[in-house]
């Protein structure tokens, strides 16, 4: 099985320059590749690829011995073929009639990957082992600390660095990595996915939304604020930009960790798993409509919409989809359509069934519960119909 281990990094002051030096070279070299791709089929319709400009590199760092030939040649041949990859699913689209969109040259906020496809090859991981403080070798830069929070599995293929914000994180891509040991319950569950709670499954649980996107919204308001009030392109304006993304990624990586730990309690106690086929897009859709038709309750709908998106059901179930598929667990995707309307006892559907946001109760049957676990009772039920049919 292949698995990625994202670590943060700690660098120094000088290696944070380092690695800046370096990721900029890496653009600026996609960034010639690309204009030699264009102007080569713009004024002969020649088209060059990656072992040709692959052939040059050689040229480029004899010409540029404190630029480019401080770095991987390794990297460097990853990132022509990263610019390679681009253009075949470019052209890939044109085949397919899909919109091509056509590659881009990357500014200095769009470039933020560098890849050593190898490693001990202009890298090295756990480069100091005797050192008591995991670091990773990285050509021109030097041993850079690693806060390793967990420990790697399998064999290591490639190693990348990432820019987030003023952040750095080692990427490592690892091949052969054990399965997760879990053992066989037998047991399925329903899940129902929500506002009031995160997700609420067929046997009564409730995890609570944890809605970070709230909790942040003042401080975000805040910094947006003094943001808006900076001068174009001045330094004061830059650190602002930059306290608005770190709140961003803040909301980010807490919002994620909440998903990944949600599914790993799942994945964990439960063989089948089955969840509402959610249509994200269309249920953040807004209602302010159109100058000829406006649209009603937009104030309320787009309070809505922003609840949806800060509880990250698209992230937890993309979460939860990788995982399961890793531990050999069974995800089923089931038709929201009227789950939370429908009795579990004797299957009357009505819109009057369903009292208030929480309350369920049956008019038929009498029948009562908590909307929500009536709702994860309904989807598991058709899920498992899916299973057997």
Known sequence: MRKSFKFLLRPTTG?????????????????AALEERREA????????????????????????PLGQARWSFSSQQATL?????????????LRTGQVPGFPRFK?????????????????????????????????????????AHRKTEGVIKTISIKREGRRWYLILSCDDVPEPAFAHTGRSIGVDMGIASFL????????????????????LAAAQQALARRKTRSRRRGKARDRVAALHAKVRRRRLDHAHKTARWLVENYDVIAVEALSITNMTRSASGTADQPGTNVAQKTGLNRSILDAGWGVFLTVLRAKAESARRVVVEVNPANTSRTCPLCGHCARENRLTQADFRCMSCDYTDHADVVGAINVLRAGLALLTA
């Open 15 to 31: 290696q944070q320059q380092m690695l800046t030096a370096c990721l900029d070279a890496h653009r600026n070299l996609y960034n």
């Open 41 to 64: 089929y713009r004024k002969a319709k020649v088209s060059i690829r990656y072992g040709e400009q692959s052939a040059q590199l050689k040229d480029i760092r004899r010409a540029d």
């Open 81 to 93: 073929r990263r610019l390679d990859k681009t253009f075949q699913a470019f052209l890939r689209r």
């Open 107 to 147: 500014g200095a906020g769009w470039f933020d990957t560098v890849e050593w496809p190898k490693d001990r090859d202009g890298c090295r991981w756990d480069s100091t082992p005797d050192s008591g403080q995991t670091r990773v070798y990285l050509q021109g830069i030097g041993h850079v600390r690693v806060h």
């Open 200 to 219: 609420t499954t067929s046997d009564g649980v409730h995890v609570t939304n944890p809605r970070y996107g709230r909790r942040t919204a003042a401080r």
